[in-house]
């Protein structure tokens, strides 16, 4: 039996992507520009986007779970994919059966990885003490006899230039270099890149650039990845006076049509956006057509009183601006991505 055609869609700008990758790689100038694809590709879908950055020449995946490289199927030719927690004592086994490498974060991960022969990818904390060995750690010996492809360190305020964290970070970072022998170095996500020179290494790791998120190595030149539309399932016609939504928080003001579509706060559409003052909308021939009432689990009403006339079945654009809706919600750009849920059709273009 057939399902029904999803009634809201998550449409993915492959062209948007690749051209992100483009941009963050020549400003990285030099570096590898590898992608970290974790939690599904930000939300996109990982498969998809490692195919559409494969074929561009991207070579350095990253996830964050072991479950994350099987989800991914096969890596195509050349393509090296590295697990950033490293592995539970538990995963060792089967992790040795996935073509991917860990990123090794504690003295045993180490100590248990040596004893496979096999070459690994190693972190190294600087300062954003969250994982990874601790820089005394690195330099004490403990690495002896690994094959080290890429050492990382990863960054805790490459989003605000002018914090001090980051030169100390990019420092203790370079005396590691300079002690630890491996085949390249990395530290730079996608803010880091535009630190500048001393950030890059041998391989930067951006990820919600790629996406469209942030801004961007020289400010606002990144291109808008994802874009949500829907299906309007009814419309109807509501009079001065009466109410919408939940709480009825809105009321009709003169005669309003309104148009229902099937996307909530359950596929990542945040119920904060309802809130006063209201700054979701739909996108319809232009004309910003508001929300009307609170966005609901499944559903979300838009005032398209002004828009050209519309039919029930008709589909519409909502406003999904990353940076706009972030502040407009109280999120990161990063949670509305990897919340977008899974009742999409995901449509790549
Ligand atoms: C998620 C992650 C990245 C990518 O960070 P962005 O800020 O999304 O560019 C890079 N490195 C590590 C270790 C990460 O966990």
Redesign the pocket.
């Known amino acids: 039996m057939e399902t029904p055609p999803p009634t809201a869609r998550l449409t993915i700008d492959t062209g948007a992507l690749v051209a992100n990758w483009r941009t963050l790689a020549a400003a990285a100038a030099g570096a590898d520009c590898g992608a970290?694809i974790?939690a599904d590709g930000?939300g996109l879908g990982a498969p998809a986007v490692l195919a559409a950055l494969a074929r561009a020449g991207a070579r350095d995946f990253?996830v964050?779970h072991w479950q994350e490289v099987t989800a991914l199927g096969g890596l195509p030719a050349g393509v090296r994919l590295a697990v950033?927690h490293g592995f539970a004592p538990d995963q060792l086994a089967a992790a040795l059966a996935w073509p991917a490498v860990p990123?090794l974060n504690t003295a045993a991960q180490v100590q248990a990885w040596r004893a496979t022969g096999r070459p690994c990818d190693v972190?190294v904390d600087t300062g954003l003490n969250r994982?990874g060995l601790s820089p005394a750690e690195a330099v004490s010996g403990l690495l002896d006899g690994l094959t080290i492809d890429t050492l990382?360190s990863?960054l805790a305020c490459?989003?605000m230039p002018g914090d001090p964290l980051n030169e100390r970070q990019r420092a203790a970072f370079a005396d590691i270099v300079a002690r630890v022998p491996a085949r390249r170095y990395?530290l730079?996500?996608?803010?880091?890149i535009g630190l500048g020179a001393g950030y890059r290494f041998g391989l930067v790791?951006?990820?919600?650039?790629?996406f469209g998120?942030?801004d961007g190595p020289n400010g606002g030149d990144l291109r808008r990845v994802a874009g949500l539309s829907a299906q309007i399932l009814q419309i109807r016609q509501v009079e001065p006076g009466d109410s919408v939504g939940y709480g009825a928080t809105f009321t009709a003001r003169r005669p309003t049509r309104l148009a229902t579509v099937a996307i909530g706060y359950a596929d990542g559409y945040p119920r904060s956006l309802s809130d006063p003052p209201v700054s979701a909308a739909a996108m319809i021939a232009g004309i910003r057509c508001p929300l009307a009432g609170r966005i609901s689990m499944d559903l979300a009403s838009f005032d398209v009183t002004d828009a050209p006339t519309l039919a029930e079945g008709d589909w519409i654009d909502l406003d999904f601006d990353l940076a706009r809706t972030a502040v407009a919600a109280g999120r990161t750009q990063?949670e509305l991505l990897t919340g977008l849920g899974r009742r999409y059709a995901r449509v790549y273009r």
Do not use: C, D, Q, T
């Not at 730079?188 to 880091?192: D, I, L, R």
């Not at 790791?205 to 790629?210: E, T």
């Open positions: 970290a974790k930000y990253f964050a950033l990123v972190m994982l990382h990863h490459a989003e990395a730079a996500n996608s803010g880091g790791r951006p990820g919600i650039g790629l998120g942030g990063y």
